[in-house]
């Protein structure tokens, strides 16, 4: 299954990495920061299509089509076509597929792939996490010898204020941080040892799903910022890291960050 996921992931790449007037065939959602283009609907129609005929009768569960079915129950795709859509309108790298898989709720399957720089994440429960079917671990360093990447959830302005705080707390204690504007790449950033740790306070499941199981299965922990197990199926709160520094954002939020719950 996994090896057939990515085979359809790698074939929406190449769709990706031909895209062409793409600022033309993009419109507003519900903001200025907040785009689509033809290519996301495109591509998230294209990977329906695909991913469905691996397992008829499961659950689409993309962010371009209205859901149809329960995703909590039996199988369920959670798809972004484009994660990273203004970098992509913008020609700013980097973007990525992601696509999820889970039973009851809990994923089974991650992959999520750079097509500009042709790496293909992916990863099954229980069975590691790779990067170009090369195995790959998160790292050993400290947030004093390392670095953190961050997102600032604008389509969640109020999480503005507390997003800053918290990466001035975070910078203090760290060598450096990223914002690399596509969160997928994010949470694979940290699985792969690049980065120590990524927070944002707010995203979608399919920002996060495949990601945050890559993550546990090269050896990170993932969760909420409230520091609970990470819902999956609903907008939430996430960060991850290496297990070096797994107390480092419950320490600094004082045991949660008491947020609203949150939804689509």
């Known amino acids: ?82 994660d990273g859509t203004t970098n992509f309108v913008r020609g700013i790298h980097p973007v990525d597929i992601s696509v999820a898989l889970a039973k009851d709720g809990m994923v089974e399957y991650g992959v999520v792939y750079d097509p500009w720089r042709r790496e293909l994440f992916s990863g099954a429960r229980g069975g590691g996490a790779f990067l ?57 950033y940290v699985a792969c040892g690049r980065a120590e740790l990524f927070f944002e306070y707010s995203l979608c499941p399919w920002d996060y799903a495949a990601g945050s199981l890559l993550v546990t299965e090269a050896g990170g922990v993932a969760g909420t910022m409230e520091g609970a197990p990470l819902p999956i199926l609903r907008r939430s709160s996430v960060w991850v890291s290496n297990r070096v520094n797994a107390a480092v954002v419950p320490e600094l939020l004082g045991g949660g960050g008491d947020l609203p719950r949150q939804e689509f």
Request: aromatic share 8%; hydrophobic share 45%.
């Open 132 to 188: 170009n079917g090369k195995p790959i671990r998160v790292s050993g360093r400290p947030l004093s010898r390392g670095i953190f990447l961050m997102g600032t959830a604008l389509y969640k302005r109020e999480y503005l204020r507390p997003t800053l705080a918290l990466t001035e707390r975070l910078m203090a204690r760290s060598c450096d941080f990223r914002r690399l504007g596509a969160a997928a790449l994010d949470l694979c």
């Open 1 to 82: 299954m996994l090896d057939q996921i990515c085979e359809s992931v790698l074939q929406a790449g190449e769709m990706v990495r031909s895209a062409g007037d793409i600022a033309a065939k993009t419109h507003e959602k519900t903001s200025a920061a907040d785009l689509v283009t033809e290519y996301d609907v495109a591509l998230e129609a294209f990977l329906r299509e695909r991913l469905l005929a691996l397992l008829p009768g499961a659950v689409f569960f993309g962010e371009e089509e209205a859901l149809e079915g329960d995703p909590s129950r039996g199988w369920a795709f959670i798809v972004d076509p484009i």
